[in-house]
């Protein structure tokens, strides 16, 4: 079993910025992506940023050149730099890992971890 444990979130103006954290722990071993998703409410669960162990990344297009997504320094932590922050970023943001043992790709997530964004 992957537990993730983020911190960051909370309450921010628009133009505004945060940094969102997630550390992996238990049995990491194999894990080969991390990452970020987001819901808002009454919206499906949306990706938002993903890192490899390699350190290829996938963005999402409504935050390209706002948010940058990165490995940490300690194994298999991964930060979500979010800047211009805008109403619509609002939503409860997800920590994200995918491990790859015995042939199979297991998800694991977060608890989650509120950002609001609001005059």
């Known amino acids: 079993q992957v537990q993730l444990v983020e911190s960051g979130g909370g309450l921010v103006q628009p133009g505004g910025s945060l940094r969102l954290s997630c550390a992996a722990s238990?049995?990491?071993?194999?894990?080969?992506?991390m990452g970020w998703y987001r819901q808002a409410p009454g919206k499906q669960r949306e990706l938002v940023a993903t890192?490899?162990?390699?350190?290829?990344?996938n963005i999402a297009d409504s935050v390209k050149g706002r948010f940058t997504i990165s490995r940490g320094n300690a194994k298999n932590t991964v930060n979500l730099q979010m800047n211009s922050l805008k109403p619509e970023d609002t939503g409860v943001y997800y920590c994200?890992?995918?491990?790859?043992?015995?042939?199979?790709?297991?998800?694991?997530w977060g608890q989650g971890t509120q950002v609001t964004v609001s005059s």
């Open positions: 238990g049995s990491i071993f194999s894990i080969y992506a």
């Open positions: 994200n890992a995918v491990q790859w043992r015995d042939n199979i790709n297991y998800n694991y």
């Open positions: 890192i490899t162990t390699g350190g290829s990344t």
